[in-house]
C-alpha cells in the first residue's frame, strides 16, 4: 500500500519552530517529487514548499520564503518541512504530496500530485 504519512505538527508560539516529517511507506522516493502544502480553514489549499526529485532544487511560496526550509533524506524516504519565525497565518492542516518526476523542477500545481498524506494540523498562537 502506497502511503504518505505526516507528523510533527502541534500548537506554538508566533516566533517559534516546528519541524514536519514525511514518511513514504510502500514506495521509494527516489524519483519523486515532494510538495508541501496547506490549507487553512475555509481557504483554498496551497503549496507551501517543493523539492524536486534530482539535485533536490527547492522552491518555496513567497509567503514562507526565508522562513521554511525543505529538504529531503532518500534513504530515510523522509522529506522534511523546518519551519522557523512562524506566524498566526501559518496555521493550517499541512499535507506532503509526491508525483513521480525525474527532473530538477517540481511545481505548486496541487492536481499533479499523484500520492497525498492526510495531513498534519499545525497551529500558531499570538
Known amino acids: 500500500q502506497l502511503q504518505l504519512v505526516e507528523s510533527g505538527g502541534g500548537l506554538v508560539q508566533a516566533g517559534g519552530s516546528l519541524r514536519l516529517s514525511c514518511v513514504a511507506s510502500?514506495?521509494?522516493?527516489?524519483?519523486?517529487?515532494i510538495g508541501w502544502f496547506r490549507q487553512a480553514p475555509g481557504k483554498e489549499r496551497e503549496g507551501v514548499s517543493c523539492?524536486?526529485?534530482?539535485?533536490?532544487?527547492?522552491y518555496y511560496g513567497d509567503s514562507v520564503k526565508g522562513r521554511f526550509t525543505i529538504s529531503r533524506d532518500n534513504a530515510k524516504n523522509t522529506v522534511y518541512l523546518q519551519m522557523n519565525s512562524l506566524k498566526p497565518e501559518d496555521t493550517g492542516v499541512y499535507y506532503c504530496?509526491?508525483?513521480?518526476?525525474?527532473?530538477?523542477?517540481?511545481?505548486?500545481?496541487?492536481?499533479?500530485?499523484?500520492?497525498w498524506g492526510r495531513g498534519t494540523q499545525v497551529t500558531v498562537s499570538s
Open positions: 504530496a509526491a508525483v513521480y518526476r525525474r527532473s530538477r523542477q517540481c511545481t505548486f500545481y496541487r492536481y499533479e500530485y499523484v500520492y
Open positions: 523539492i524536486s526529485s534530482s539535485d533536490g532544487i527547492t
Open positions: 510502500g514506495f521509494t522516493l527516489d524519483g519523486y517529487a
